[in-house]
């Protein structure tokens, strides 16, 4: 018994224990929230509303944070951290992010995507073009599809010129 006690007294040092247990106990309430929200409307059999992304989002999150439980109880001890290898990721992210949000209601949704994801890609340190291109289309695309295809989530067109090619594009 006082081996065990010790275990997870280890555990508990470094947050390898409590900081999953912590998402996956505020994972489970939000999760029941998803499912009380009101369907918009069926597609045959498969019903797809307002609860299909948070649903698949605090699944994976649990999932993820049963995952990370299960690593640190088998480890059983307090690792050190590695060292991040480019620090300055973290404000190049927050740069971009708040200029998409600046620009995204002026660029239009479906314009600003594609350059938004190469732009980030390319200064984070992706060089080969087939990665850069390939990355681009592909998860351009899947938003496209997705958000105001899919889920008819009106996102913003943009004004003047990006309003008309995204009115071209869907």
């Given at each position: 018994?006082?081996?065990?006690?010790?275990?997870?007294?280890?555990?508990?040092?470094?947050?390898?224990?409590?900081?999953?247990?912590?998402?996956?106990?505020?994972?489970?309430?939000?999760?029941?929230?998803?499912?009380?929200?009101?369907?918009?409307?069926?597609?045959?059999?498969?019903?797809?509303?307002?609860?299909?992304?948070?649903?698949?989002?605090?699944?994976?999150?649990?999932?993820?944070?049963?995952?990370?439980?299960?690593?640190?109880?088998?480890?059983?001890?307090?690792?050190?951290?590695?060292?991040?290898?480019?620090?300055?990721?973290?404000?190049?992210?927050?740069?971009?992010?708040?200029?998409?949000?600046?620009?995204?209601?002026?660029?239009?949704?479906?314009?600003?995507?594609?350059?938004?994801?190469?732009?980030?890609?390319?200064?984070?340190?992706?060089?080969?073009?087939?990665?850069?291109?390939?990355?681009?289309?592909?998860?351009?695309?899947?938003?496209?599809?997705?958000?105001?295809?899919?889920?008819?989530?009106?996102?913003?067109?943009?004004?003047g010129i990006f309003?008309?090619?995204?009115?071209l594009l869907y």
């Amino acid at each position: 018994m006082k081996r065990y006690r010790e275990k997870l007294e280890k555990l508990g040092r470094g947050g390898e224990l409590i900081i999953p247990l912590l998402l996956l106990i505020a994972s489970i309430p939000l999760f029941y929230l998803a499912t009380k929200f009101e369907v918009a409307f069926g597609m045959g059999r498969h019903v797809v509303g307002p609860d299909f992304v948070p649903k698949v989002l605090l699944g994976m999150m649990m999932a993820l944070s049963v995952k990370l439980i299960y690593d640190a109880v088998k480890k059983g001890g307090v690792t050190e951290f590695e060292k991040v290898l480019n620090p300055q990721n973290l404000w190049i992210t927050l740069g971009f992010t708040l200029g998409y949000v600046v620009l995204l209601e002026i660029v239009g949704f479906v314009v600003l995507t594609p350059i938004w994801i190469a732009a980030y890609m390319y200064t984070i340190g992706v060089r080969r073009w087939q990665w850069l291109v390939g990355g681009t289309c592909v998860f351009s695309l899947f938003l496209i599809i997705v958000f105001p295809v899919l889920m008819m989530v009106p996102l913003p067109r943009g004004v003047g010129i990006f309003r008309m090619i995204s009115l071209l594009l869907y």
